[in-house]
């Protein structure tokens, strides 16, 4: 479902997060670059990953594009329209527009509010649907499309399973009709067998909802499952953008390649054969990134006086990969590695 | 060759206000030295309390323990806490899912690893013990060990605490380690260099390791037999290129056909298991599993299965659908069949019974 026009588009993104020092008197005493100069368009109908490691800005990022944050500097234009600055009675019409899926479905409920109120909150914010009767048969409409009872109505969040809540919190999401949903690590506190079923959930409402999704998550092989385009990020960067097929066919990142290849694979056999690509060393602080490359630190193909001082661009590689590196891995070297699927 | 350790028909039930909930009932496993075995489940499981107990530390939580634990032929269920004692965090250790809740945050790191060197070596100085806290970081690769011993839990970052916990769990050389979860908490490349240097350590020090985890990769990585389990039991016990080759348990299906995987072509649905885990206080009658399996017969509600050899294969499983049965479901489903195509074509039925 890709090739729409974007729907979404954030150009030259930057959010940093200032440092104080002192008790009575604060003062900025650097900042953390939490998302650096990020730009990218999500199309229409399509789902666009956002893949990276703790600390490396996607969380960061999903919040800004549904304006939960402002922003540093850069701009955030939806349908067309810049929405980096609105605020009052346009910032609520777009809040119609967008909406959020969170991590944790314990946290991101009231738990003093009944699971139909929960799913009419939106209505009720909006003013919608006033009558009570109509805003009930919706709700259940709700709850029947994402797979809960109906009947439970009036039950509590704490009657229900982590999967179950994650399922309210997609009733909630969809509830007003959204154009874009960002969904924030949606499956990770979820046990495998009930990952799956909100997968697919998320997949279906998609198809029949025509629903643009961004979708956050650390895990590359849900990533991989779940979406058209995706965007690798790395403290506060993208460093690889790339049609799902082409990225987990042919990383041209070396920090991709390592990501990939430090996935387990669930097959004996497979994970026998792969040679392992191990990254030494953490990530390094974002109040303090490296020059230049921010992988150069940790790459196997770091080239002193280059990577270090001349800021790579995130451009077009071999098989349509965009890529911020000077030194992009080659198929011989993805091959060798037996990185991907087909090795 | 007798294994280091063997658990025979391990129990553990937690008396609750809302009645006794039947956490582990009844699990056997046993591993040799040099090993590893991988326990997978989905949380409350039980493979969790299993790891504790067998550590002793499900003890005196209103517990109700039956069943031993043989380490080396010595029973650890019965053994007195302070013969325990002595064995555990020196020849049995344990790291934890949490790195950050494990470790004190008031002392300093060389603090915290030299008393874990010292309550089991008392004639120890304090210059060895510091001495061979340096040497456990080097071993695990934190740079500049001497240095980082004055460091606190709060200035590493969440891969050198894990770290730091196996430098912990592993300075009086044990000879079993029980590994629960110990990457969930992690990003994947640093899960990658911690199962890198686990199983290095492995084949240096020659210790056995028990990997609990819910994640099939770790296990088809690192294990050498696996046990899958399911609301308190063993459903399938087997070598682990058995278990993801020819599975023999709808469950252990189930696991392998929801998640989404690099190698499998991305159009593939998933075939989540449908409903949910169940009430370990109110248990399913029957095969526990049996509400969720897409292959139940109505005989499935009221005979519980024991775990059984498998004829002609050399794992374990607590299945009653038979033999033929199982071989002919997995071979359409490893070609693609869905679960409820796979019934049809097997068992004849539209609908599960």
Redesign the interface.
Known sequence: MTGGDPLVEVTDLVKHFPIKRGVIIQRPVGAVHAVDGVSFAVRRGETFGLVG??GCGKSTTARLITRLLDVTSGTISFEGEDVTTLGGSRLKALRRDVQMIFQDPYSSLNPRKTVGSIIAEPFAIHGLLEGKGERKRRVQDLMDRVGLNPEHYNRYPHEF?G??RQRIGVARAVALDPKLIVADEPVSAL???????I??LLRDLQADLGLTIVFIA?????V???CDRVAVMYLGKIVELAD??DL?GHPRHPYTG??????????????RARR?Q???G??PSPSNPPRACRFHTRCAKFVAGHCDVDEPLLEPKEGGNLAACHYPLSDEEIAAARI??AA | MTPLLEVDQLKVEFSTKDGIVHAVDGVSLHIEQGKTLGLVGESGSGKSVTGLTVMGLTRGRGADIVGEARFDGRDLVSMGSDELRTLRGNDVAMIFQDPLSSLHPYYKIGRQLAEAYRTHHPKASRAEARDRSAEMLDLVGISDARARLDAYPHEFSGGMRQRTMIAMALINEPRLLIADEPTTALDVTVQAQILELISRLQDELGMAVIMITHDLGVVAELADDVAVMYAGRIVEYGPTETIFAAPQHPYTWGLLGSIPRLTTPRDEPLLPIPGRPPSLINRPSGCHFHPRCPYVQPSHREIDPMLEPIPGEPGKVACLLTVEERRALWARLRDGATPDEARAAVLGQVAPA
Not at chain 1, 258 to 271: E, H, N, R
């Open positions: 490691e703790t399973s999967g179950q046990d495998v067998s009930i990952q799956a079923q997968l697919n650390h895990d590359l092989s849900v991989r499952h779940m799902g097929a987990y390592a990501l990939m290849s430090a996935v387990p694979v669930p097959d004996p056999t497979l994970a392992r191990i990254l030494g953490d990530v991907t699927a």
